[in-house]
């Protein structure tokens, strides 16, 4: 498995490109709400995989084209051939060549040229950029992900959009004003903020030493709650700010606000982006309680679906025989579809001229808490859910225990070292690191991820598999 960086951009960007799982319609579908928040595209380089979809759209627009051009240009030969006492076949059957042909030449071409540049080992994405220069359309600079972003509106209950599969996570609740004891004796206890724990905790992740730690402050909003704020949401008819510059940020940074909340994150990404590990922390001071919550996610592979280009090989030998039969049996079928083409691009420019954006103004302004938030990222929707990789587990595993323990680990020294009482967070300590992973709705096995009701399919799978252990042993392998 390669380890550059490229990975779920090379496979989404190919799909687009050569129409593997109906990516291309998917990326352009994301793009057509002007009010929906930005989720982080985590691990793809989204503006090149919408510039491959735009690129990809003209020319499969262009394509159909040629076949209409050459469907009246056959009907034309036909009605002549007809007035000279001819049946008019001629002319079709040439027609149906000569679209048969233009498939060919995009089957060639996709295979042979396109699907090589998509090739493991020789995608460069700056390459390809060049190579296929589509337009973006202004709304489509609108839904990118800023590099800077890190105020985040969601939709629905869990504020962690884009971050993948919730791996659940763990709270404890600490008395600060609860001394601890040397020989029997209190020991003075020093007054500390959150600010300082997060430095502390920070400084301790970084001496772990792993490659490619991202920390970032996130500020998350519930998308029904914007309405009035136009800090946050300049224009009722837009999309919120995706940035919060220290100006604005300091208001909700460690603080409690019922609108904006403040996290933490710390994330791994590996495997060329496939990989994506985020543990979120969020340290509250609230009057003599210091409150510490945790939830962790993991952004699995890319889909199945479009990872058909590492399975496309080029054209050769008897393979051209096939591709041209099936482009003379596809060219009738493209020839009698292409007026109905034709046809729908008239009803696409007429419903092209209903004004949406009035619709869509009015909707707004009839609903007071209309929602901005968005539910999750496109690379999200795309994902498969599950590993491809027993090695992809086993990473997983560790950014996760390595993370946990050493923030387990920093609150306990930290709060030890101002003199408070750290009994009841280190058998929290204990209770976390020996069950591994707290899972809250969610299970994890050693192949895939099941995240709701659909999880109590494996644990009762796993109930299954144990009872029969237990009868076999008791029964001592043999039948009862």
Known sequence: ?????????????????????????????????????????????????????????????????????????????????????????????????????????????????????????????ADVARRFPGELEERDFTALPGDEQNFFVYSGFTPFVGSGHDLGGWSVAIATDKAKEVFGEPVSIETFD?????????????????????????????????????????????????????????????????????????????????????????????????????????????????????????????????TFIAGLIAGPFLLLAAPFWGLGQVNRWIESLRDRDKERRELIEKHPRFNYGTTGSLRQALSSGSYHHYFQKIDGDFFGKALERQILDSLVVFLEEHGIETFDLRERQTTIMNTGVIVQGGDVNAESLAVGAGSQAVKRVRNALRATAAGAGSSGGGNK
């Open 1 to 125: 498995m390669s380890k550059s960086a490229d990975q779920s951009t090379r496979l989404l960007g190919a799909s687009v490109l050569l129409g593997h799982g109906g990516a291309r319609q998917k990326v352009i579908e994301w793009l057509r709400d002007p009010n929906r928040a930005i989720a982080p595209e985590i691990g793809v380089d989204l503006k090149l995989v919408i510039q491959l979809a735009r690129w990809a759209e003209r020319h499969e627009r262009l394509l159909w084209w040629k076949y209409l051009l050459i469907f009246v240009i056959a009907a034309v030969i036909a009605i002549f051939e007809a007035a000279s006492d001819g049946t008019g076949i001629v002319a079709m059957v040439g027609g149906s060549i000569a679209a048969g042909i233009v498939w060919m030449r995009k089957q060639a071409r996709n295979r042979n040229d396109f699907a090589a540049r998509f090739a493991p080992g020789r995608f460069d994405a």
């Open 194 to 322: 959150a600010g300082s724990l997060y430095q502390a905790i920070d400084a301790d992740i970084e001496n772990l030493a792993l490659p490619g730690v991202e920390r970032r402050d996130c500020y998350f909003a519930s998308g029904a709650d914007l309405r009035e704020n136009r800090s946050l949401l300049p224009d009722i008819f837009g999309r919120p700010v995706q940035h919060l510059d220290s100006t604005a940020a300091a208001g909700y940074l460690y603080g409690d606000d019922e609108t904006v909340r403040h996290y933490r994150c710390y994330r791994v990404l590996d495997w060329g982006g496939e990989l994506a590990y985020s543990y979120y922390l969020r340290c509250s001071l609230r009057g003599n309680t210091l409150f510490v919550e945790t939830k962790k996610f993991l952004l699995t592979p890319i889909s199945d679906a479009f990872r058909a280009v590492d399975d496309t090989a080029p054209l050769e030998g008897k393979e051209w025989i096939g």
